[in-house]
């Protein structure tokens, strides 16, 4: 059996109290494509909640994007959906468990592109 970084106990997956999709789009190019997914989301998953519009860098996001915050219960339907239906953005995936930066990095899932993450915005636990 592989051992876990740093041979760390494996973590409860009840830490997880939701989890955020980071929808990056281009202002000028792509935010278009942004908008339909936003709205076929809405329609699609109401229980979502859809963050606001952040066309100016916000927090560790490199890019411009829109969060969306959904329940651990919504996992096995929404995430599927998204990685059909994203039109070529860009997603982060990741979970919340309290630790930010281990959420944004070790814990997250990327749906397109990879982009290099401003981490220097959390504190590392």
């Given at each position: 059996?592989?051992?876990?970084?740093?041979?760390?106990?494996?973590?409860d997956i009840?830490?997880?109290?939701?989890?955020?999709?980071?929808?990056?789009?281009?202002?000028?190019?792509?935010?278009?494509?942004?908008?339909q997914l936003?709205?076929?989301?809405?329609?699609e998953f109401?229980?979502?909640?859809?963050?606001?519009?952040?066309?100016?860098?916000?927090?560790?996001?490199?890019?411009?994007?829109?969060?969306?915050?959904?329940?651990?219960?919504?996992?096995?339907?929404?995430?599927?959906?998204?990685?059909?239906?994203?039109?070529?953005?860009?997603?982060?995936?990741?979970?919340?468990?309290?630790?930010?930066?281990?959420?944004?990095?070790?814990?997250?899932?990327?749906?397109?592109?990879?982009?290099?993450?401003?981490?220097?915005?959390?504190?590392?636990?």
């Amino acid at each position: 059996m592989a051992q876990r970084p740093g041979n760390a106990p494996p973590s409860d997956i009840s830490a997880i109290t939701q989890y955020h999709a980071h929808i990056y789009y281009d202002p000028a190019t792509s935010r278009g494509r942004a908008e339909q997914l936003r709205e076929r989301v809405a329609r699609e998953f109401p229980i979502a909640k859809l963050g606001r519009w952040h066309d100016e860098l916000v927090g560790p996001h490199p890019q411009s994007m829109y969060q969306i915050a959904f329940s651990p219960q919504m996992l096995e339907k929404f995430v599927p959906w998204l990685m059909l239906n994203r039109d070529g953005l860009t997603i982060l995936l990741h979970p919340e468990t309290g630790d930010n930066y281990t959420d944004h990095t070790a814990h997250a899932a990327w749906f397109g592109a990879v982009l290099p993450l401003r981490l220097d915005v959390f504190k590392k636990n």
